[in-house]
């Protein structure tokens, strides 16, 4: 049973251009909405994360909007870069950590 | 502040052998996860701790599988009678006291089974 949806699989931007990934959660039992990002043959870094308590959150180029009544929260990357390619991974965490991710999105943002 | 360490980083083993990873932790974090991710898939949660306290462990987890952490500082991750299906990148994470939800992986350990 995956609780956790992503979308889409692979996406492909050009330099300069916003990307956008999106995620949905079943459980509501969740406390906390996480993103990572992850090179090749590294772990995942944490990227962003908010609260259910909140609709957006802005760090940098890196925005999470958060629809606590469609279970539904996204990634949008503004002024997309080469060196975000990577494979990006959302998650949903209880308050003891614990957490189910995504199955990740590709993204390759083009020169 | 060196960040979660894991070790070995590739382990190629044989069918049938037991395998043990080691996780050390950020010195002041006092929760540490494991979890296992195979090619084309997100991180799937196998057990975590608190100190040296395990608190919840995966139902998807054989009973081949243990993790012990038994000062609250590093961890260790046995899988006995390892199997083909077990070959895939084990990663460790740890969280801080204030905020349990910030994890910090380490650079995970790819086991492939022969």
């Known amino acids: 049973q995956q609780q956790v949806k992503q979308s889409p699989q692979s996406l492909i931007v050009q330099k300069g251009g916003i990307s956008i990934i999106n995620c949905a959660y079943e459980?509501?039992?969740?406390?906390?909405f996480p993103w990572y990002q992850q090179f090749p043959g590294k772990g995942p870094a944490l990227l962003i994360a908010?609260?259910?308590?909140?609709s957006e959150k802005k760090e940098g180029r890196f925005t999470i909007s958060f629809n606590k009544s469609a279970k539904q929260f996204s990634l949008h990357i503004m002024d997309s870069q080469p060196g975000d390619s990577a494979t990006y991974f959302c998650?949903?965490?209880?308050?003891?950590?614990?957490?189910?991710f995504g199955d990740g999105t590709t993204l390759t943002v083009k020169p | 502040d060196t960040g979660v360490s894991q070790d070995p980083r590739h382990k190629i083993t044989k069918r049938g052998q037991n395998v043990t990873f080691r996780c050390d932790p950020i010195?002041?974090?006092?929760?540490l996860y494991w979890y296992r991710q195979t090619l084309g898939q997100g991180p799937e949660f196998l057990t975590y701790?608190?100190?040296?306290?395990?608190?919840?462990k995966s139902r998807l987890l054989s009973d081949r599988f243990s993790a012990e952490r038994p000062k609250g500082s590093f961890s260790t991750l046995e899988i006995q009678r390892t199997e083909q299906g077990d070959s895939a990148m084990y990663l460790c994470?740890?969280?801080?006291?204030?905020?349990?939800?910030?994890?910090?992986f380490g650079p995970g350990t790819r086991l492939t089974v022969t």
């Open positions: 998650a949903a965490s209880t308050n003891a950590g614990k957490s189910t």
């Open positions: 994470a740890s969280s801080p006291r204030a905020n349990g939800y910030a994890q910090y």
């Open positions: 010195s002041e974090h006092n929760r």
């Open positions: 701790f608190q100190n040296e306290a395990q608190l919840e």
């Open positions: 459980n509501t039992a969740f406390d906390y």
């Open positions: 908010i609260r259910p308590d909140v």
